[in-house]
Structure formats: C-alpha cells, structure tokens
C-alpha cells in the first residue's frame, strides 16, 4: 500500500472527540456519583443513630439535622442545597418510625435522605443534569435503655 496518504490529523481529532473524551466524561462522572452516594448512607446511619440515643424526638430530630448538616457541609453541600421536604436539586431528610414522635424502648426510628448526584461531569466545564438518590436507615431504640420520664 505504497503511495497512500492518511489524514493524520481529523483521525486524530475523530479518535479522541469519540472514543477519548466519552471515556474521561465517564471516568469523571462517577467518583461523584459514589461520593453522594456514600454521604447519604452516612447520613441516614448517623441521623437514626442521634435520633435513638436522643431523650426525646424533637431534640433527636434538631441534633439529627445539625450532624446531617456537618455530613453534607464536609461534603461540599452547603446549608443552601437543604429543603424541607425531598424535591429535585435539594437534600432533604425525613424521619419516621414505628411510632413517629415518640421515643420508646423497642422502637423503630427510620430515616429517609435524598440527595441530588450530578449525572454527567465534564472536566473543565462542571456537570450537566442531576438525579436525586434516596437513601434509608432504620435503627432501634435499645429494648434494656433507660429513657427518663417526667413523673
């Protein structure tokens, strides 16, 4: 094949634009992916975790959001990223159980997050479409705690 001539130069170009670059996007997009993922299992561990140690639930609940706030603020989610209830785009925790608003021996607390997982990174450019990941946790009130009751 003496005398052919390639064009070095757009099959460069073509080679990386597809094969190269959907590789680094790939590559890039899931280290958050893990990261967010990880953090919402963290989250939802510990917040259960404050709220069966807690005297009571409104005090468990309030100690609950300060250590998923600290969770998600060493994560780089700051305050601004938090939403009352779980929506599109924001982090939002929710708490339920067996008897929600009561604290008892035996029972069950769960704790619901979600949170927003970038879809594609980009280096250079930042990221482009989101999707929210739920992550839960239930954990128990010991059965042999002792809870303090006002006489």
């Known amino acids: 094949m ?5 064009f070095v130069i757009p099959e460069w170009l073509v080679g990386i634009t597809l094969i190269l670059m959907p590789m680094i996007v790939l590559v ?3 280290a958050p992916w893990y990261q967010r993922a990880n953090m919402a299992t963290l989250i939802a561990q510990e917040a259960a975790r404050t ?6 639930w409104e005090a468990g609940e309030a100690d609950a959001r300060q250590v998923a706030l600290e969770i998600a603020a060493n994560h780089g989610l700051g305050a601004e990223q ?4 779980p929506g599109p785009g ?20 769960s704790v619901s997050v979600e949170v927003p997982i970038p879809g594609v990174v980009v280096p ?3 990221s482009a479409a989101e999707f929210q990941w739920t992550q839960s946790h239930v954990e ?12």
């Open 2 to 6: 003496s005398g052919e001539q390639g």
């Open 28 to 30: 890039a997009s899931i």
């Open 51 to 56: 709220m069966v140690l807690a005297e009571d």
């Open 82 to 85: 938090w939403c009352p209830a």
């Open 90 to 109: 924001c982090v939002a925790i929710t708490f339920g159980g067996t008897t929600p608003g009561l604290l008892q021996r035996g029972t069950e607390i």
């Open 124 to 126: 250079g450019f930042g």
């Open 140 to 151: 128990r009130v010991d059965d042999y705690r002792s809870i303090v009751t006002e006489p």
